[in-house]
């Protein structure tokens, strides 16, 4: 049995998966496995696990309950389990991205030549993948890098398992050796229960040095466009602001008294 725990955090709600699970805002497929080894809300509350804890592990008959709880409240997507004890799903992860990502792109010089871009992914994308029980953070990561091309060190980023709960998104990192099918199939289908988003891997201070040259002179090049086009607000705002201002002062001078 190759199914992998993870510890859901004591903060998180307990709550019943009472509804079927939409896929129709799902953007795309993909799908990629790895043979099996042996062995919304107010605001957001962010914890990460900087050390793996001990974690229970569902037998092969709680697994196989589970498939079976978790595919009658979908209509479809389900969960399949295969001989070997592993399982194929369904996962969909928001793309929650701050900072413009580099992806291949062809060149207008050389049609047939790669080149490089940078730019931002769109906010709050949604991507579905078909992974397996024995899929890792790291590969899930790694997938959603490569399905849009993106050739930024996988490293740079990390993905959360996100919880609703008392008006409250709670965010929580998950360790690149964590299985988020198991995730799924525990916590049932209701995204109100569970859901992933990928976001920068937040460790403190930037690691300019992990950048080429050019991703950051395309960096610059955006900060530039969003400085410009903030100062162009920031006038806009001043000129109105002066307008009514005067023709208030007018207004005063000109009332009799």
Known sequence: ?????SSMSS???????????????????TSFFRRPRSGAGAKNVTKEEDEEEEKPKLSEEEIM????????????????????????????????????????????????GPGRTSFYLPNDAVKQL?????????????GLLNKFRVVDN???FALYQQTHCSGQDLLQKLLITEHPLYLRLVMGPNPENLS?????????????????????????????????????QVRRRYVTYRERLLQALQDVQTKPD
């Open 130 to 142: 078909h992974i397996s029980s024995t899929t890792t953070v790291s590969e899930v990561i790694q």
């Open 154 to 156: 996988v490293h740079k």
């Open 1 to 5: 049995m190759t199914a992998s725990g």
């Open 196 to 232: 992933f988003v990928l976001k920068e891997n937040e460790t403190g201070e930037v690691e300019w040095d992990a950048f080429s040259v050019p991703e950051l002179h395309n960096f610059l090049t955006i900060l530039e466009k969003e400085e410009s086009e903030r100062v162009r």
């Open 65 to 112: 309950t589970k498939i079976e709880e978790y595919n009658s409240k979908i209509s479809e997507n389900g969960m399949k389990l295969s001989p070997d004890g592993s399982y194929t799903g369904f996962i969909k992860v928001h793309l929650k991205l701050r900072r413009p990502v580099t992806v291949q792109a062809q060149s207008d010089s050389d049609p047939g």
């Open 11 to 29: 903060g998180y709600c307990s709550q019943e998966d009472d509804s079927s699970e939409d896929f129709s805002f799902f953007t795309a497929k």
